[in-house]
């Protein structure tokens, strides 16, 4: 299984992104997909997550500005960012939890600067 990121890039604060990832291989079905970021210096942390039910949660830092999306059929989640803030700068990881076993994709990464 491999997890394809990308959308990432350079905004201004109050800036939009929309990230992407899309999961492929022998995929039997994916329970939860999500998206973690690391800041230089900072441990990872988890950004938000989306549940097969299309449940969501998020980190309280991004509530009301981040918004998750999946395309089950397409094995694919989205990130919206809206109102960057440059603390979201990191490096932007997506994973899942694709039967059973989590997988990890190739950050992107972000940088919210003026």
């Known amino acids: 299984v491999q997890l394809q990121a990308s959308g990432g890039g350079l905004e201004q604060p109050g800036g939009s992104l929309r990230l992407s990832c899309a999961a492929s291989g022998r995929i039997f079905s994916i329970n939860v997909m999500g998206w973690h970021r690391q800041a230089p210096g900072k441990q990872r942390e988890l950004v938000a997550a989306?549940?097969?039910?299309?449940?969501?949660n998020y980190a309280d830092s991004v509530k009301g500005r981040f918004t998750i999306s999946r395309d089950s059929a397409k094995n694919t989640v989205h990130l919206q960012m809206n109102s960057l803030k440059p603390e979201d700068t990191a490096v932007y990881y997506c994973n899942a939890l694709v039967d059973s076993q989590v997988y990890w994709g190739q950050g992107t990464l972000v940088t919210v600067s003026s």
């Open positions: 989306i549940r097969s039910s299309g449940s969501a």
